[in-house]
T-cell receptor, first 111, second 114 residues
């Protein structure tokens, strides 16, 4: 039972363009959502988060949008850079601070 | 200065053996976690400790036993290793009491059971 789904296993974009990574969830009790970035042979690193009471959070080139009614969130990266190439995990927080992760989307930014 | 460190980074062992993975965080966090990333790439929580007390214990075989000697350490001991235990294990920590669950992950331990 996947409560957090990232339906695109991979995404390829050109440098300078926008990258949009999507995430859907099923549990309406999730109260906090996070995006993590992971390079090969490293642990995930925190990127940006959003509370369930907000619909947008921006940090530099990264913006996360939350649509609670659709149980959908997205991460926008603009402009995309080659160094952004990594696996991006969406995560949602439930009870006991437990995070449930999606399967990840491999983003490739081509120079 | 590594915030969350794990040892070893790679572990290759035979079925039936007992092994331990160590984790240490120097962030002063009060909560630590163990995750397993399997061959399908799902990152799933196994255990969580808050101030040395177990608060999350997912459906994990009891061959897996976490031990937290103090707030900065959370070790994972695995008995009678099986082929299916092969995975990457990540330790993480957070200051959950602050209400914002930004978890900081270690580099992972790749366990291969032969």
């Amino acid at each position: 039972d996947q409560q957090v789904k990232q339906n695109s296993p991979s995404l390829s974009v050109q440098e300078g363009r926008i990258s949009i990574l999507n995430c859907d969830y099923t549990n309406s009790m999730f109260d906090y959502f996070l995006w993590y970035k992971k390079y090969p042979a490293e642990g995930p690193t925190f990127l940006i988060s959003i509370s369930s009471i907000k619909d947008k959070n921006e940090d530099g080139r990264f913006t996360v949008f939350l649509n609670k009614s659709a149980k959908h969130l997205s991460l926008h990266i603009v402009p995309s850079q080659p160094g952004d190439s990594a696996v991006y995990f969406c995560a949602a927080r439930g009870s006991n601070y437990k995070l449930t992760f999606g399967k990840g989307t491999l983003l490739t930014v081509n120079p | 200065d590594t915030a969350v460190s794990q040892t070893p980074k790679y572990l290759v062992t035979q079925m039936g053996n007992d092994k331990s993975i160590k984790c240490e965080q120097n962030l002063g966090h009060d909560t630590m976690y163990w995750y397993k990333q399997d061959s399908k790439k799902f990152l799933k929580i196994m255990f969580s400790y808050n101030n040395k007390e177990l608060i999350i214990n997912e459906t994990v075989p009891n061959r897996f036993s976490p031990k937290s000697p103090d707030k900065a350490h959370l070790n994972l001991h695995i008995n009678s290793l099986e082929l299916g235990d092969s995975a990457v294990y990540f330790c993480a920590s957070s200051q959950a009491a602050a209400g914002v669950d930004t978890q900081y992950f270690g580099p992972g331990t790749r366990l291969t059971v032969l």
